[in-house]
């Protein structure tokens, strides 16, 4: 399976979408946020959501390319905002990889 942020990186959308998002993400909560598409319950983890977030995501690309009568470009950027705040958990999180100490004595 592809890393999720190697997949999220090969992502190109419209430039306005994407500064609206960025606008948009330090303000991100992930609780009040993520109950929006996930519901009541239990949360996924930053890479569960991540993947799942790209996937609505995908889909509401689909509707807008297409013209869909229903694509809502507000919605479009809440969801952005969402995978821009969950990649960004998402990288906190991972260990960072260090080379081991080399003992200079």
Do not use: C, K, N
């Amino acid at each position: 399976m592809q890393d999720v942020l190697t997949r999220l990186a090969a992502v190109r959308r419209p430039t306005l979408l994407m500064q609206a998002a960025r606008i948009g993400a330090p303000e991100y909560r992930r609780d009040r946020r993520l109950r929006r598409y996930f519901g009541i319950g239990t949360l996924p983890g930053p890479a569960e959501a991540l993947v799942r977030l790209i996937e609505i995501e995908s889909w509401q690309d689909e509707g807008r390319r297409a013209g869909d009568a229903g694509y809502s470009p507000a919605r479009h950027v809440d969801t952005m905002i969402a995978v821009l705040g969950e990649a960004a958990l998402l990288m906190e999180t991972r260990a960072p990889v260090r080379a081991p100490a080399l003992d200079r004595s």
